[in-house]
Protein backbone atom coordinates (compact mmCIF):
# COMPACT_ATOMS: atom_id res chain seq x y z
CA UNK A 1 0.00 0.00 0.00
CA UNK A 2 1.41 3.64 -0.79
CA UNK A 3 0.44 6.76 1.17
CA UNK A 4 0.38 9.50 -0.64
CA UNK A 5 0.27 12.74 0.80
CA UNK A 6 0.77 16.96 0.31
CA UNK A 7 2.53 19.50 2.59
CA UNK A 8 -0.53 21.97 4.53
CA UNK A 9 -0.34 24.71 6.10
CA UNK A 10 -1.65 23.87 10.10
CA UNK A 11 -3.11 21.43 11.77
CA UNK A 12 -6.19 22.25 14.27
CA UNK A 13 -8.79 20.49 16.31
CA UNK A 14 -8.73 17.63 19.32
CA UNK A 15 -7.97 13.89 18.67
CA UNK A 16 -7.67 10.74 20.92
CA UNK A 17 -5.25 8.21 20.20
CA UNK A 18 -5.05 4.03 20.32
CA UNK A 19 -4.00 2.68 23.78
CA UNK A 20 -0.48 1.89 24.62
CA UNK A 21 1.08 -0.76 22.71
CA UNK A 22 3.70 -1.53 25.52
CA UNK A 23 0.95 -1.74 27.77
CA UNK A 24 -1.87 -3.37 25.68
CA UNK A 25 1.19 -6.22 25.45
CA UNK A 26 1.58 -6.67 29.15
CA UNK A 27 -1.53 -6.13 30.14
CA UNK A 28 -2.44 -9.46 28.04
CA UNK A 29 0.34 -11.39 29.29
CA UNK A 30 -0.02 -10.59 33.10
CA UNK A 31 -3.35 -10.89 33.16
CA UNK A 32 -2.74 -14.28 31.50
CA UNK A 33 -0.88 -15.90 34.05
CA UNK A 34 -2.90 -13.99 37.05
CA UNK A 35 -5.76 -15.67 39.48
CA UNK A 36 -9.16 -14.36 38.51
CA UNK A 37 -10.43 -12.12 35.62
CA UNK A 38 -8.86 -9.30 34.27
CA UNK A 39 -10.50 -6.43 32.17
CA UNK A 40 -8.45 -4.58 29.92
CA UNK A 41 -10.41 -1.23 28.32
CA UNK A 42 -8.87 0.90 25.31
CA UNK A 43 -6.25 -2.21 24.22
CA UNK A 44 -4.29 -1.32 21.24
CA UNK A 45 -6.11 -3.47 18.58
CA UNK A 46 -3.13 -3.25 16.45
CA UNK A 47 -0.96 -6.79 14.48
CA UNK A 48 1.60 -6.22 16.91
CA UNK A 49 -0.90 -6.67 20.23
CA UNK A 50 -2.87 -8.87 18.26
CA UNK A 51 -0.22 -11.57 18.06
CA UNK A 52 0.33 -11.48 21.51
CA UNK A 53 -3.07 -12.09 22.16
CA UNK A 54 -3.02 -15.66 19.20
CA UNK A 55 0.07 -16.15 21.70
CA UNK A 56 -1.73 -16.36 24.93
CA UNK A 57 -4.74 -18.09 23.46
CA UNK A 58 -2.37 -20.87 21.85
CA UNK A 59 -1.16 -21.17 25.34
CA UNK A 60 -4.71 -21.99 26.82
CA UNK A 61 -5.77 -18.77 27.79
CA UNK A 62 -9.87 -17.91 27.48
CA UNK A 63 -9.93 -14.21 25.89
CA UNK A 64 -13.27 -12.57 25.20
CA UNK A 65 -13.17 -9.58 22.90
CA UNK A 66 -15.51 -6.87 23.76
CA UNK A 67 -16.97 -3.37 22.03
CA UNK A 68 -14.90 -0.51 22.28
CA UNK A 69 -11.48 -1.98 22.54
CA UNK A 70 -12.06 -3.91 25.62
CA UNK A 71 -10.78 -7.32 26.73
CA UNK A 72 -11.56 -9.72 29.47
CA UNK A 73 -8.90 -12.37 30.44
CA UNK A 74 -9.35 -15.42 32.49
CA UNK A 75 -6.36 -15.75 34.03
CA UNK A 76 -4.60 -19.11 34.59
CA UNK A 77 -2.53 -18.55 37.61
CA UNK A 78 1.36 -18.93 37.18
CA UNK A 79 1.09 -22.35 36.61
CA UNK A 80 -1.98 -22.83 34.28
CA UNK A 81 -0.38 -22.12 30.87
CA UNK A 82 -0.43 -25.27 28.29
CA UNK A 83 1.87 -26.32 25.97
CA UNK A 84 0.83 -25.35 22.41
CA UNK A 85 0.32 -27.35 19.48
CA UNK A 86 1.63 -25.10 17.42
CA UNK A 87 4.36 -22.76 16.75
CA UNK A 88 3.79 -19.36 18.55
CA UNK A 89 4.19 -16.83 15.44
CA UNK A 90 4.83 -13.42 17.02
CA UNK A 91 4.63 -11.93 13.35
CA UNK A 92 7.30 -8.64 13.68
CA UNK A 93 6.40 -8.08 17.37
CA UNK A 94 9.79 -7.26 18.99
CA UNK A 95 8.15 -7.55 22.57
CA UNK A 96 5.83 -10.95 22.34
CA UNK A 97 9.13 -12.66 21.58
CA UNK A 98 11.18 -11.70 24.07
CA UNK A 99 8.78 -10.84 26.77
CA UNK A 100 7.19 -14.65 25.97
CA UNK A 101 10.83 -16.07 26.08
CA UNK A 102 11.00 -15.61 29.78
CA UNK A 103 7.48 -16.56 30.69
CA UNK A 104 7.75 -20.01 28.44
CA UNK A 105 11.48 -20.34 30.11
CA UNK A 106 9.27 -21.41 33.51
CA UNK A 107 7.08 -23.56 32.11
CA UNK A 108 6.68 -27.08 32.54
CA UNK A 109 6.46 -27.40 28.69
CA UNK A 110 8.02 -27.08 24.94
CA UNK A 111 7.52 -24.44 23.17
CA UNK A 112 8.85 -22.43 19.85
CA UNK A 113 8.75 -18.60 19.02
CA UNK A 114 8.85 -17.73 15.22
CA UNK A 115 8.31 -14.52 13.46
CA UNK A 116 7.93 -12.70 10.08
CA UNK A 117 11.86 -11.90 8.31
CA UNK A 118 12.46 -9.02 10.28
CA UNK A 119 11.97 -10.18 13.47
CA UNK A 120 14.40 -13.45 12.45
CA UNK A 121 17.24 -11.00 11.76
CA UNK A 122 16.80 -9.14 15.63
CA UNK A 123 19.25 -9.70 18.69
CA UNK A 124 17.98 -12.41 20.70
CA UNK A 125 21.05 -13.37 22.33
CA UNK A 126 20.45 -10.10 25.10
CA UNK A 127 17.52 -11.82 26.62
CA UNK A 128 18.48 -15.20 25.81
CA UNK A 129 22.41 -15.24 27.75
CA UNK A 130 20.82 -13.97 30.93
CA UNK A 131 17.85 -16.97 30.79
CA UNK A 132 20.25 -19.38 30.30
CA UNK A 133 22.26 -18.31 33.09
CA UNK A 134 18.90 -18.86 35.02
CA UNK A 135 18.66 -22.17 33.74
CA UNK A 136 16.41 -21.61 30.94
CA UNK A 137 17.31 -24.16 27.66
CA UNK A 138 16.84 -22.53 25.16
CA UNK A 139 17.77 -22.58 21.34
CA UNK A 140 17.83 -20.84 18.05
CA UNK A 141 19.70 -19.89 14.93
CA UNK A 142 23.40 -19.02 15.67
CA UNK A 143 23.22 -20.53 19.08
CA UNK A 144 20.10 -18.69 20.55
CA UNK A 145 21.41 -15.27 18.73
CA UNK A 146 18.35 -15.04 16.28
CA UNK A 147 14.77 -16.54 16.10
CA UNK A 148 13.16 -19.59 15.86
CA UNK A 149 13.87 -19.60 19.77
CA UNK A 150 12.90 -23.23 21.12
CA UNK A 151 12.61 -23.09 24.88
CA UNK A 152 11.83 -26.08 27.11
CA UNK A 153 10.74 -24.94 30.32
CA UNK A 154 11.37 -25.80 33.83
CA UNK A 155 12.87 -25.04 36.98
CA UNK A 156 14.47 -21.54 37.17
CA UNK A 157 17.07 -20.24 39.75
CA UNK A 158 17.36 -16.74 41.06
CA UNK A 159 19.85 -14.22 39.40
CA UNK A 160 21.49 -11.02 39.67
CA UNK A 161 21.92 -9.54 36.62
CA UNK A 162 23.41 -5.68 35.13
CA UNK A 163 21.76 -5.28 32.00
CA UNK A 164 24.64 -4.87 29.61
CA UNK A 165 22.46 -2.59 27.57
CA UNK A 166 19.29 -0.49 28.17
CA UNK A 167 16.06 -2.53 27.10
CA UNK A 168 12.48 -2.20 28.83
CA UNK A 169 11.85 -5.70 26.43
CA UNK A 170 15.18 -7.64 28.61
CA UNK A 171 14.09 -6.17 31.73
CA UNK A 172 10.58 -7.26 31.23
CA UNK A 173 11.94 -10.78 30.49
CA UNK A 174 13.70 -11.84 33.18
CA UNK A 175 10.99 -10.11 35.73
CA UNK A 176 8.46 -12.60 34.01
CA UNK A 177 11.13 -15.40 34.74
CA UNK A 178 11.52 -14.25 38.30
CA UNK A 179 8.09 -14.84 38.86
CA UNK A 180 9.16 -18.65 38.37
CA UNK A 181 12.56 -18.42 40.40
CA UNK A 182 13.54 -20.13 43.57
CA UNK A 183 13.94 -17.26 45.35
CA UNK A 184 15.00 -13.07 44.79
CA UNK A 185 16.21 -12.23 41.02
CA UNK A 186 17.94 -8.45 40.90
CA UNK A 187 18.05 -6.54 37.53
CA UNK A 188 20.32 -3.81 37.36
CA UNK A 189 19.66 -1.34 34.42
CA UNK A 190 22.50 1.10 33.58
CA UNK A 191 20.08 3.73 33.27
CA UNK A 192 16.30 3.79 33.48
CA UNK A 193 13.85 2.07 30.43
CA UNK A 194 10.34 2.23 30.99
CA UNK A 195 8.75 0.46 33.77
CA UNK A 196 5.34 -0.63 32.99
CA UNK A 197 5.83 -4.16 33.91
CA UNK A 198 7.22 -2.95 37.10
CA UNK A 199 3.91 -0.54 37.61
CA UNK A 200 1.54 -3.47 36.13
CA UNK A 201 2.89 -6.45 38.84
CA UNK A 202 2.73 -3.68 41.80
CA UNK A 203 -0.87 -3.81 40.99
CA UNK A 204 -1.23 -7.57 40.60
CA UNK A 205 0.56 -7.43 43.93
CA UNK A 206 3.86 -8.77 42.83
CA UNK A 207 6.38 -9.76 45.29
CA UNK A 208 8.66 -6.78 44.15
CA UNK A 209 10.73 -3.82 45.28
CA UNK A 210 11.87 -1.53 43.31
CA UNK A 211 15.06 1.05 44.32
CA UNK A 212 16.61 2.13 41.15
CA UNK A 213 19.08 1.43 39.48
CA UNK A 214 17.89 -2.28 41.35
CA UNK A 215 14.37 -4.10 40.85
CA UNK A 216 14.24 -7.09 43.04
CA UNK A 217 10.90 -9.73 42.70
CA UNK A 218 10.67 -12.75 44.65
CA UNK A 219 9.25 -15.82 42.55
CA UNK A 220 6.49 -18.20 43.19
CA UNK A 221 3.61 -15.23 44.39
CA UNK A 222 0.82 -15.58 42.68
CA UNK A 223 -0.78 -12.76 41.04
CA UNK A 224 -3.76 -10.98 41.49
CA UNK A 225 -6.45 -10.00 38.41
CA UNK A 226 -7.19 -6.54 38.10
CA UNK A 227 -8.66 -3.78 35.73
CA UNK A 228 -6.27 -1.68 33.42
CA UNK A 229 -7.15 0.91 31.90
CA UNK A 230 -4.63 1.75 29.13
CA UNK A 231 -3.73 5.19 28.26
CA UNK A 232 -3.25 6.58 24.28
CA UNK A 233 -0.09 5.83 23.33
CA UNK A 234 2.39 8.58 23.47
CA UNK A 235 4.78 7.28 21.02
CA UNK A 236 1.55 7.53 18.83
CA UNK A 237 0.40 10.72 19.67
CA UNK A 238 4.17 12.02 19.47
CA UNK A 239 3.40 12.00 15.49
CA UNK A 240 0.80 14.85 16.08
CA UNK A 241 2.77 16.69 18.70
CA UNK A 242 5.67 17.06 16.61
CA UNK A 243 3.39 18.29 13.56
CA UNK A 244 1.42 21.12 14.95
CA UNK A 245 4.73 21.88 16.69
CA UNK A 246 6.41 22.90 13.20
CA UNK A 247 3.52 23.97 11.17
CA UNK A 248 2.59 27.67 11.70
CA UNK A 249 -0.90 28.32 12.72
CA UNK A 250 -1.76 25.14 14.51
CA UNK A 251 -3.21 24.06 17.45
CA UNK A 252 -4.18 20.60 18.99
CA UNK A 253 -4.96 18.80 22.12
CA UNK A 254 -4.34 15.06 21.94
CA UNK A 255 -6.72 13.68 25.05
CA UNK A 256 -6.22 11.23 27.67
CA UNK A 257 -2.36 10.11 26.50
CA UNK A 258 0.60 8.27 28.87
CA UNK A 259 2.64 10.53 29.82
CA UNK A 260 4.97 7.59 32.04
CA UNK A 261 8.43 9.61 33.10
CA UNK A 262 10.20 7.11 31.19
CA UNK A 263 8.63 7.09 27.97
CA UNK A 264 7.96 10.60 28.04
CA UNK A 265 11.11 11.92 26.44
CA UNK A 266 9.50 13.32 23.36
CA UNK A 267 7.81 15.65 25.37
CA UNK A 268 11.12 16.75 26.73
CA UNK A 269 13.19 17.11 23.83
CA UNK A 270 10.48 18.99 21.89
CA UNK A 271 10.39 21.33 24.80
CA UNK A 272 14.32 21.24 24.93
CA UNK A 273 13.84 22.33 20.85
CA UNK A 274 11.42 25.33 22.05
CA UNK A 275 7.49 23.78 21.73
CA UNK A 276 4.85 24.87 23.28
CA UNK A 277 3.08 21.98 25.09
CA UNK A 278 0.62 22.22 28.13
CA UNK A 279 -0.07 19.45 30.36
CA UNK A 280 -4.11 19.57 31.39
CA UNK A 281 -6.32 17.25 33.56
CA UNK A 282 -3.09 15.00 34.80
CA UNK A 283 -4.55 11.87 36.93
CA UNK A 284 -3.01 8.24 37.90
CA UNK A 285 -5.12 5.60 36.25
CA UNK A 286 -4.29 1.59 36.80
CA UNK A 287 -0.97 2.94 38.13
CA UNK A 288 -0.21 4.99 35.13
CA UNK A 289 0.15 8.64 34.77
CA UNK A 290 -2.01 10.55 32.42
CA UNK A 291 -3.23 13.78 30.61
CA UNK A 292 -3.92 15.78 28.22
CA UNK A 293 -1.26 17.37 25.74
CA UNK A 294 -2.10 20.96 24.10
CA UNK A 295 0.32 21.84 21.65
CA UNK A 296 1.01 25.30 19.51
CA UNK A 297 3.43 25.79 17.07
CA UNK A 298 6.74 27.38 17.90
CA UNK A 299 9.94 28.30 16.48
CA UNK A 300 12.61 25.26 17.26
CA UNK A 301 16.16 25.00 17.48
CA UNK A 302 18.75 22.44 17.36
CA UNK A 303 19.93 20.28 20.21
CA UNK A 304 22.21 17.90 21.30
CA UNK A 305 20.50 14.54 21.93
CA UNK A 306 23.06 12.08 23.78
CA UNK A 307 23.36 9.04 26.21
CA UNK A 308 21.19 9.93 28.98
CA UNK A 309 18.20 10.88 26.29
CA UNK A 310 17.84 7.95 24.00
CA UNK A 311 16.43 5.23 26.25
CA UNK A 312 13.55 7.74 26.85
CA UNK A 313 12.35 8.34 22.90
CA UNK A 314 14.05 5.47 21.31
CA UNK A 315 10.97 4.78 18.96
CA UNK A 316 10.49 8.79 18.31
CA UNK A 317 14.35 9.79 17.18
CA UNK A 318 13.50 9.58 12.95
CA UNK A 319 10.64 11.81 14.34
CA UNK A 320 12.92 13.74 15.90
CA UNK A 321 15.19 13.58 12.92
CA UNK A 322 12.10 15.21 10.97
CA UNK A 323 11.48 18.07 13.52
CA UNK A 324 14.96 18.87 13.02
CA UNK A 325 14.99 19.07 9.32
CA UNK A 326 12.82 22.57 10.40
CA UNK A 327 14.61 23.76 13.36
CA UNK A 328 16.83 26.44 13.54
CA UNK A 329 20.52 25.41 13.75
CA UNK A 330 22.29 21.62 14.30
CA UNK A 331 21.17 18.82 15.94
CA UNK A 332 23.32 15.92 17.01
CA UNK A 333 22.28 12.68 18.17
CA UNK A 334 24.87 10.33 19.42
CA UNK A 335 25.06 6.78 21.03
CA UNK A 336 21.70 5.41 19.41
CA UNK A 337 23.43 2.64 17.59
CA UNK A 338 20.46 0.67 19.08
CA UNK A 339 18.58 2.16 16.10
CA UNK A 340 20.29 0.23 13.73
CA UNK A 341 18.75 -3.29 15.01
CA UNK A 342 15.43 -1.87 15.21
CA UNK A 343 12.47 -3.25 12.31
CA UNK A 344 15.55 -1.73 9.84
CA UNK A 345 18.34 0.19 10.53
CA UNK A 346 16.92 3.35 11.75
CA UNK A 347 19.20 5.46 11.26
CA UNK A 348 20.41 4.51 8.04
CA UNK A 349 16.72 4.75 6.73
CA UNK A 350 15.66 8.15 8.00
CA UNK A 351 19.13 10.11 6.76
CA UNK A 352 18.50 7.91 3.18
CA UNK A 353 14.89 9.29 3.09
CA UNK A 354 15.05 12.78 4.60
CA UNK A 355 17.79 13.27 2.14
CA UNK A 356 15.82 12.34 -1.04
CA UNK A 357 13.46 14.98 0.97
CA UNK A 358 16.16 17.93 0.40
CA UNK A 359 16.83 17.37 4.13
CA UNK A 360 20.89 18.17 5.04
CA UNK A 361 21.23 15.54 7.35
CA UNK A 362 24.52 12.93 7.65
CA UNK A 363 24.53 9.47 9.14
CA UNK A 364 27.19 9.06 12.12
CA UNK A 365 27.96 4.84 13.17
CA UNK A 366 26.05 6.10 16.92
CA UNK A 367 23.59 8.77 15.24
CA UNK A 368 23.03 11.32 13.29
CA UNK A 369 23.73 15.08 12.26
CA UNK A 370 21.05 17.59 10.82
CA UNK A 371 21.48 21.07 9.85
CA UNK A 372 17.76 23.17 9.74
CA UNK A 373 16.09 24.62 8.82
CA UNK A 374 16.10 23.22 5.04
CA UNK A 375 13.14 23.35 2.20
CA UNK A 376 11.74 20.25 2.16
CA UNK A 377 10.53 18.95 -1.11
CA UNK A 378 8.03 16.17 -1.47
CA UNK A 379 9.24 12.60 -3.25
CA UNK A 380 9.01 9.07 -3.57
CA UNK A 381 9.85 7.68 -0.31
CA UNK A 382 10.18 3.78 1.26
CA UNK A 383 8.95 2.53 4.80
CA UNK A 384 11.35 -0.16 4.41
CA UNK A 385 8.18 -2.07 6.28
CA UNK A 386 8.88 0.06 9.45
CA UNK A 387 5.64 1.90 10.86
CA UNK A 388 8.19 4.29 13.28
CA UNK A 389 9.61 4.91 9.81
CA UNK A 390 6.24 5.39 8.02
CA UNK A 391 4.87 7.65 9.95
CA UNK A 392 7.89 9.47 10.40
CA UNK A 393 7.76 10.51 6.93
CA UNK A 394 4.12 11.18 6.81
CA UNK A 395 4.90 13.97 9.29
CA UNK A 396 7.82 15.08 6.84
CA UNK A 397 5.23 15.21 4.22
CA UNK A 398 3.01 17.20 6.16
CA UNK A 399 5.71 19.58 5.70
CA UNK A 400 7.18 19.52 2.37
CA UNK A 401 6.19 21.45 -0.89
CA UNK A 402 4.29 18.94 -3.48
CA UNK A 403 3.17 15.40 -3.51
CA UNK A 404 4.83 12.44 -1.09
CA UNK A 405 4.61 8.93 -1.58
CA UNK A 406 5.92 6.14 1.31
CA UNK A 407 5.71 2.64 -0.18
CA UNK A 408 4.66 -0.26 1.84
CA UNK A 409 2.73 1.75 4.70
CA UNK A 410 0.50 -0.81 5.07
CA UNK A 411 3.04 -1.47 7.83
CA UNK A 412 1.70 1.66 10.03
CA UNK A 413 -1.50 -0.84 11.35
CA UNK A 414 1.17 -2.44 13.92
CA UNK A 415 1.14 -0.22 16.04
CA UNK A 416 -1.42 2.87 15.14
CA UNK A 417 -4.14 1.24 13.05
CA UNK A 418 -6.12 4.14 11.28
CA UNK A 419 -3.47 6.60 11.64
CA UNK A 420 -4.07 7.69 8.16
CA UNK A 421 -8.02 8.49 8.57
CA UNK A 422 -7.31 10.29 12.24
CA UNK A 423 -4.57 12.83 10.08
CA UNK A 424 -6.95 13.28 7.34
CA UNK A 425 -9.77 14.45 10.05
CA UNK A 426 -7.28 16.48 11.64
CA UNK A 427 -6.30 18.01 8.19
CA UNK A 428 -9.80 18.61 6.99
CA UNK A 429 -11.02 20.37 10.63
Given amino acids: MELVLEGIPKLKGKLSVPGDKSISHRALILGSIAQGETHIYNFLNSLDCLKTLECMQALGVEIERGSNHSLKVKGRGLYGLEEPAEVLEVGNSGTTIRLLAGLLSGQKFYAVLNGDSSIRKRPMKRVVEPLRLMGADIGGREGGALAPLSIRGGRLAPLQYTLPVASAQVKSALLLAGLYAAGETIIREPLSTRDHTERMLQMMQADLEISPPEIKIRGGKELKATDIYVPGDLSSAAYFLTAASLLKGSQLTIEQVGINPTRSGIIKILEKMGARIDILNFELKSNEPRADLRIKYADLKGVEIGKEDIPGLIDELPLIAVAATQAQGITVVSEAEELRVKETDRLKA ?64 ISFPGFEKTLNKLINF
Avoid: F, Q, W
Fill in 350 to 413: IVSELKKMGADIEEREDGLVVKGPAKLKGAVTESYSDHRMAMSLAIAALLAEGKTVIKNAECID
